[in-house]
């Protein structure tokens, strides 16, 4: 595939995003209306200006967010269509089909309100608002899935073959366990060849697995579940850590023990925790800071081969960034956080 002129396309993009002065001047704006009007001077101006005839205060943000992301990448999908760039870039966007389906699951297993459900999507896979808001309507965990299932789609399979399970003790993590492996062995499954592009791609994967893995033995070791119990939650493909560690880590028993298990590896950054969250074993404070590790090693490949689909993936990954940057902006301005906290959530690239 010739990446010069889409990676020129998507270099112009990039120059578009909002550098840290930029987000900062929104943390300040005092309340979501004034946040809105700022928005309307940045390039989201159409999408919050369309957004505005359905919606109003925060719910207009997010529709807009919503809206651009989706357009963005349907954009590039159609420059990649028909070329090796576009199988590695939907290895990224069907993630997003998976975390929405998820979050559906969830919020109909806590009988949320669709409304609430709806505003923590984001369709930019092979998923549609239209699709998606069909599998909101329905009334519980079980309809969802066999919606799915009778429209064949392709997560279906995994989530009815976990689902006895989930009837037993109405725990969603079998679900879960289930996308995730189905997901991942897909995509894993998907770059045969040994190029550069494929390098790329299977390396961002396997960090996704490992600090899947990782949140998920944290979890397991806070919960002091039984290595025996544990082992059917991992996933195959990680980097560098392998079944074996993993159960070292729920044998550790302290979520300090499985932390000092991770000091040789790529993650020893986990440690510099504040010393209240690892005695407290808020894993919550973990997770964040490893949702950071993966975003901006995301970022860091826009730095690769300017020849390369590595331009693509580090943009994903920093217009993603910006996107979350912005949602977590309009709802802390809802709930009236300070300035200082809203910046401790965000993800400076």
Request: aromatic content about 8%; overall charge neutral; charged content about 30%.
């Amino acid at each position: 595939m010739d990446y010069g002129y889409l990676n020129a396309r998507i270099r112009g993009m990039k120059g578009r995003l909002l550098d840290r002065k930029a987000l900062d001047d929104l943390v300040l704006k005092p309340d979501v209306d004034s946040l809105t009007a700022a928005m309307e001077k940045t390039p989201y101006r159409q999408d919050v200006e369309e957004a505005g005839v359905k919606y109003s205060g925060v719910y207009r943000l997010e529709y807009a967010l919503r809206r651009n992301f989706t357009r963005t990448f349907t954009r590039i999908s159609e420059l990649v269509r028909g070329e090796d760039g576009e199988k590695y870039l939907n290895v990224f966007l069907k993630r997003w089909d998976v975390q929405n389906v998820k979050t559906i699951l969830r919020g109909k297993s806590i009988h949320a309100a669709s409304e609430e459900i709806f505003e923590c999507l984001l369709p930019v896979g092979s998923l549609d608002e239209a699709s998606l808001s069909e599998m909101i309507k329905q009334p519980d965990v079980k309809s969802v899935i066999d919606l799915m299932a009778a429209w064949d789609i392709e997560y279906a399979r995994p989530l009815m073959q976990a689902f006895s399970q989930y009837q037993s003790d109405k725990s969603l993590i079998p679900l879960d366990v289930a996308l995730d492996r189905y997901h991942y062995e897909q995509a894993l499954g998907s770059l045969k060849k040994n190029n550069y592009d494929a390098m790329v791609v299977r390396e961002l994967l396997a960090t996704q697995i490992d600090i899947i893995n990782i949140k998920s033995a944290l979890r397991m070791v806070r919960d002091r579940v039984s290595p025996e119990e544990a082992k059917v939650y991992f996933i195959e493909g990680g980097k560098k850590l392998d079944e074996d560690f993993l159960l070292s880590m729920i044998n550790a028993k302290s979520v300090e023990g499985a932390l000092k298990l991770l000091e040789p590896t790529h993650y020893s950054f986990l440690k510099s925790a504040p010393e209240e969250s690892l005695k407290k074993e808020k894993i919550s404070d973990l997770e964040k800071m490893l949702d950071k590790y993966l975003i901006l090693k995301g970022i860091s490949a826009y730095r690769g081969d300017p020849l390369s689909i590595a331009i693509l993936v580090g943009f994903f990954w920093a217009k993603y960034n910006e996107v979350t940057n912005l949602r977590i902006i309009a709802r802390c301005k809802t709930v009236g956080m300070s300035e200082e906290q809203v910046r401790k959530e965000l993800i400076y690239a």
